[in-house]
């Protein structure tokens, strides 16, 4: 089998690893839940090429992220749910649905109009999933329904959070929410001096809580703000192992101060040439 820019030959590549005797015996074993890890594993790396500015990368690992895309289709096919042409055809009249100012009569619309709109159209599209299984009527349900609680700890509290604002329950000044967080910091300090490992867990919750707020309303997401500050600190990290090294040492022979001092000194160079 060769290698093609179509995409029924990966189909077929995977069609052909999930055939019994004469497939992979690892794909064979496979299932929705033990996939899905390495499908939020490949969408991960996705925004880390994005983040490096890594094009060549970014192409792969679209193509891995794709390739979960085809490995659940072909498993939902083996029992008859459906095939990669449903979800295909899904995703598309989705699209179509959801931008009648593209698609439709509803044109020239402002952003903030379209995003109003957009949000109706879900809105309407949760209702009628709900009744066609069955579910409560879209009055009984709440605004937070659809967070789904798989998303990241930080993404989901902005998800939370939006949903809330757009109702109003929000601050309107950004001083609030700083405020905010400090008053979680000494909530957070009160428990830690405590000893109570509940209340620690709790307040440090709501710590992450609210600095998510105060990302949300700085317009960072803080999960790429984490991402990047862990990144800075493995760079930092790995200087002061450089450096030691450089020496005929190592952090587990070097004391706090001195590898606080080559930490400080790559801090100092970094914003050196940044300027």
Partial sequence: MTPSKDIARLIEIMAALRTPVTGCPWDLEQSFASIAPFTIEEAYEVADAIERGDMADLRDELGDLLLQVVYHARMAEETSAFAFGDV?????????????????????????????????????????????RGGEPAAASSLLDGVTSALPGLTRAVKLQEKAAAVGFDWDDVALVVGKVREEIDEVAE?????????????????????????????????????????????????????????GSSPADSTLEEMDAIWNEAKRAERVRTE
């Fill in 88 to 132: 295909v055809e899904a995703v598309t009249a989705k699209m179509i649905r959801r931008h009648p100012h593209v698609f439709g009569d509803a044109r020239d619309l402002p952003a903030a109009e379209v995003e109003k709109l957009w949000n109706a159209i879900k809105a309407d599209e949760k209702a009628l999933r709900s009744a066609a």
């Fill in 191 to 247: 428990a830690v001096a405590s000893g109570d490992r509940d209340a620690m867990e709790d307040e440090i919750g709501d710590l992450l809580c609210a600095i998510a707020n105060l990302a949300r309303h700085a317009g960072v997401d803080p999960e790429a703000a984490v991402r990047r500050s862990n990144a800075k600190f493995e760079r930092r990290f790995r200087a002061i192992e450089g450096a030691l090294k450089a020496r």
